[in-house]
DNA sequence: CGTCCATTTGAGGTGGATCAACCCTAGTGG
DNA sequence: CCACTAGGGTTGATCCACCTCAAATGGACG
């Protein structure tokens, strides 16, 4: 189904090099893309729209340009577990082997550059060091996981948030303000926690003066240090 | 102290080539040390001895021959999460960066061979064979870590144990028994609960008769089928 | 200006944590 | 061979952090 909306809606711009992340990250994906050669696709998605879904094969492997993306697991029930949350500049849907293990959702409207995987695959086949940096992204996968593992089995409700907060900070704040895609239930199923627990939090550090709100989801953190005390 | 304890205490016995592992698991690391002619060294810990800390540099990369080992973080009031348990086979304490992300410890007696993390790395940078090797065993730890997040952020306690008992089921079970190495304190901090909570739910399984103990650690499951029923 | 969600806030319930005995069992030494 | 001990495991009683259910409020957009 990818393949088909990709000659309905997609913008089809082909490109190749490097594009200018909306922050200074390394950029990861040009890096290869650049290097090799590779043609990157553009591509836009709704707010809501499904990416690919759990266990799908993974023919792509994507980079937000603009908006933001939710991973995501299911329960039988219902039940959902963010495992990330990918923001301009970050590749999401790599993968070493055949299928997505998450299924993926743009939060908001979202433009992402995209290229097969296939040609990945070749690519790091001849060039060692395109070898070398799939396996650096994954591993940077792995060290956010095992950190958010830390975070799921063992931090209380305030001290998740105060994770969040000081990670959206350090990677989505812009002149000290964050603006925050998601909603509460997002973040909620990003900590291990229901969304009333997250605005009770929110709430909470709202009245000690730690953030200040100009509007639920624009964020200014007016005291980091003790929102890093309040982090375990 | 690693190195130090290798010239006082090591077997240092020099091997090339497979070992045989204790289960019909691919033997991913004599893949790897086997084609490249990696010396391979033996090293012996002691029950709840550390194998590396936290954040040390990554020297080695290991594969447990016999015995368990757990990687677990640490919270600065020492609340603990345990992000996997190694057994024989397995290997562990592999990094693309420069160092450990967490703690390893012996969890009974247990023997290990090891090879330097630089040779691997020299190895993949001449061979595209093991760089991709290498690739898929992280992307394999980053399957088992989004698959807990799904657990802790969302299971209940009764599910976490479900779906540890078929873990380690698969990963242990000997003529359809187990004998698990690790204390329930270890399986606790693994599943994001108290070790009271654990006994609590396997005892409750045993008067379902949905298994059977001969001693605490050596469980029989009786009802594969009933407890994947309960592992949502 | 009204509608629709998202968010906040309140009230009450509960699953798992905590605190506290007690009980096995493997290992030790007499 | 058996008594003793220590550490791991089980079970009970109570507590509380977070969930659930419910209602009010607010903000974005037509």
Same mark, same amino acid.
Request: aromatic letters at 6%; proline letters at 3%.
């Given at each position: 189904m990818l393949t088909e909306t990709l000659n309905t809606q997609a913008i089809n711009t082909q490109v190749r090099g490097k594009i200018a992340p909306a922050h200074p990250v390394s950029d990861q994906f040009g890096a290869i893309a650049g290097q090799v050669g590779?043609?990157?696709?553009? %591509?836009?998605?709704?707010?809501?729209?499904?990416?690919?879904?759990?266990?799908?094969?993974?023919?792509?492997v994507y980079q937000?340009?603009?908006?933001?993306? !939710?991973?995501?697991?299911?329960l039988s029930d219902g039940?959902?577990?963010?495992?990330? %949350?990918?923001?301009?500049?970050?590749? %999401?849907?790599?993968?070493?082997?055949?299928?997505?293990?998450?299924?993926a959702e743009a939060i908001i409207d979202?433009?992402?550059?995209?290229?097969? !995987?296939?040609?990945?695959?070749?690519?790091? &086949?001849?060039?060692?060091?395109?070898? !070398?940096?799939?396996?650096?992204?994954?591993? &940077?996968?792995? !060290?956010?996981?095992?950190?958010?593992m830390l975070l799921l089995g063992r931090k209380t409700a305030m001290e998740r948030v105060a994770t969040f907060?000081?990670?959206?900070?350090?990677?989505?704040?812009?002149?000290?303000?964050?603006?925050?895609?998601?909603?509460?239930?997002?973040?909620?199923?990003?900590? &291990?926690?229901?969304?009333?627990?997250v605005s009770r939090a929110l709430s909470q550090l709202h009245a000690q003066g730690i953030l200040g709100f100009s509007g639920a989801r624009q964020i200014v953190l007016r005291n980091r240090q003790r929102l890093h005390n309040l982090d375990a």
């Open positions: 590779l043609v990157a696709t553009e %591509f836009s998605y709704r707010k809501d729209e499904e990416i690919y879904g759990e266990d799908e094969p993974a023919e792509y937000v340009i603009t908006g933001a993306v !939710r991973s995501y697991k299911l039940r959902r577990q963010i495992g990330s %949350f990918h923001l301009p500049g970050d590749v %999401f849907g790599l993968e070493s082997g055949p299928s997505h293990r998450l299924a979202t433009t992402v550059r995209l290229v097969k !995987r296939a040609s990945l695959e070749k690519a790091a &086949g001849t060039d060692v060091q395109v070898a !070398r940096k799939l396996w650096a992204m994954t591993a &940077g996968e792995l !060290r956010h996981a095992e950190d958010h907060l000081l990670e959206m900070d350090r990677r989505l704040a812009v002149a000290g303000m964050m603006a925050l895609p998601m909603c509460r239930r997002d973040i909620g199923d990003y900590l &291990g926690l229901t969304l009333e627990t």
